[in-house]
């Protein structure tokens, strides 16, 4: 009888035990993280390591989302950004009881190479010069590579882009700030007065958001007088065809036309770049300017516009007095159009913007420079 009772009690305190071990909730997750703020800045191409510690004994999943993605499920994430930007990066920890989160906002601050007392205010590097078909092309004085090295420095030498989308791209020793006023000054080699002869440029810049110190990020056309013209076209493209020699540079456009950049017998040699990578054809894009080529009596012209275009004779930005066009790095846009906020440039090309064939007099027309640079440095 006294072996009966004693089992029942025991079997009474297991069943009290189980009760209390089944009842009892586990803790929500409370783990210890490297990094608590809210607000984080790391550099470009910089490791940042965040962890996550278990806050004794308890057992729990690990996620990591970086702006919405999952990176990591271990308890840490190493962050190595390679593109500036802002970023969300949410940290998750859980178990059968709950769910623990922190979120960091991530700032990735664009690069920037402040100027010194010793940093020029002339172009320092030319990255890419790949003009379009054109009479001077491949001639040494004015279309060539090595002509195009020559505008390093100074603004003495001469260098032509060719037809519409031949471009030159450079850069300075320094990022140039976006201060009050013009920022940039890009030399050419227009004519004023009674007898204009302008062949504008569009002026576009980009920023080293990479750090690599190359002109592979995005570019922001700054936008001019033209921009929002109805006659302006955006997104135009044009491919012309090597002719393998001395032959009118035939052309065909996104628009359904056809053309040539025309020879003439002042210069008898291929107007096809004879250093283009492809030796078939050459595509460019861009925005195109409409034509402003025409007579004053018997002379042949050119009409500059008004702002925002280099090698142009403009009233609007004082060329007469300043040998120069100047640029506003507030004036960019993106693609769409759209304004966008610029504190510092690290790249600026230039491109013909006009498609003319001109005339067998004077060629076609072609966006000359002779140089730019920062008019922050005195």
Request: with cysteine; aromatic share 12%.
């Amino acid at each position: 009888m006294k072996f009966k009772y004693v089992t029942l009690f025991l079997l009474a305190i297991a069943t009290i035990l189980f009760s209390c071990k089944k009842t009892e909730e586990v803790p929500v997750p409370a783990p210890l993280l490297s990094i608590n703020a809210a607000n984080v800045t790391v550099a470009v191409n910089t490791k940042y390591p965040f962890t996550s510690s278990a806050n004794g004994e308890i057992n729990y999943t690990h996620e990591w989302l970086l702006d919405g993605k999952t990176v990591s499920t271990s308890n840490f994430y190493v962050f190595n950004p390679t593109t500036a930007g802002n970023y969300t990066l949410m940290y998750k920890a859980s178990n059968t009881t709950g769910v623990f989160t922190h979120t960091y906002k991530i700032e990735v601050p664009i690069p920037v190479v402040g100027a010194t007392p010793t940093s020029s205010k002339y172009i320092s590097r030319i990255f890419e010069y790949l003009p379009a078909p054109g009479q001077f092309i491949n001639e040494a004085a004015v279309g060539s590579l090595a002509q195009a090295q020559k505008l390093i420095g100074n603004t003495n030498n001469l260098l032509t882009l060719g037809a519409y989308g031949g471009y030159l791209i450079f850069g300075f020793d320094h990022s140039v700030v976006n201060q009050n006023g013009n920022d940039l000054a890009i030399y050419g080699n227009p004519i004023g007065g009674t007898t204009p002869w302008a062949e504008p440029g569009i002026v576009m810049v980009s920023q080293d958001k990479n750090g690599n110190g190359l002109p592979d990020d995005e570019w922001y056309e700054l936008a001019g007088s033209e921009y929002n013209d109805p006659a302006t076209i955006k997104n135009y493209e044009i491919t012309y065809t090597n002719p393998k020699g001395y032959a009118n540079v035939t052309w065909k456009d996104n628009k359904g036309n056809s053309g040539a950049v025309e020879t003439n017998t002042f210069h008898k040699h291929n107007y096809y770049p004879e250093f283009a990578p492809d030796q078939e054809t050459l595509t460019f894009k861009g925005t195109l300017l409409r034509p402003s080529f025409g007579k004053v009596g018997s002379i042949f012209v050119n009409e500059a516009f008004s702002w925002g275009y280099t090698d142009s004779w403009s009233l609007g930005d004082d060329y007469q007095t300043n040998r120069y066009n100047g640029f506003d790095i507030s004036w960019a846009v993106d693609k769409n159009g759209k304004k966008v906020d610029l504190k510092t440039i690290d790249f600026v090309k230039v491109y013909t913007a006009q498609n003319d064939k001109g005339n067998a007099l004077l060629g076609e027309i072609s966006t000359e420079i002779k140089g730019a640079s920062d008019l922050n440095i005195k």
